[in-house]
């Protein structure tokens, strides 16, 4: 077997974030996601990793850095309300019913498609984690009702491969 070709400079559409709209548990043998594109209305989304680090001068006039890991988030500032998107009926839930917790965790999943294979047929590399999605406000300018939400990623993150079938994904985790 030949080493994936990598493709070079990478389009921002070969970063792809899903969310489980069926918000059910992923460690359950059953799991069986439903994964929502994210990205539709959206003209510039980020992870921001939001890195926890504090630097520290002691009396020796030494340097200390202690660092304390990542709390990543996302901000989907643009989702236009759509009764035929498999996330709107949890968004909405979610936002009109005050949810927390439990209620609003799901998982998300990052998808970097970054070899030719990659492209038509071979797997991609993907991580799945835990997240928790909350609604920011609703409402809006004419022409949609808006629901920015938030994604922040909550730990059990997992690495493994997607592969694409008819624009559905599958992530298979590595061992």
Known sequence: MS?????GKL?????????????SDNTAADWTPSWYLIGKDIEDMSV????????KK?????????DNGYEPSV????????TGDSIYSRIKDIAMNRKTGDDCKTTVMEVVIDTVEGLTTGASSAWIEDCIVKPQSYGGAQGGV?????INFDGNRKE?????TNKVPTFVASS
Do not use: M
């Open 3 to 7: 080493d994936p070709t990598p493709i």
């Open 75 to 82: 901000a989907a500032d643009t989702y236009y309300a759509n």
């Open 48 to 55: 921001e990793l939001n890195p926890d680090t504090s630097i």
């Open 58 to 66: 002691n009396i020796l006039d030494e340097t200390v850095v202690e």
């Open 160 to 164: 493994g491969t997607v592969t694409f």
């Open 11 to 23: 389009k921002r559409s070969h970063l792809l974030h899903y969310i489980d709209a069926s918000f």
């Open 146 to 150: 808006n629901i920015p939400y938030n």
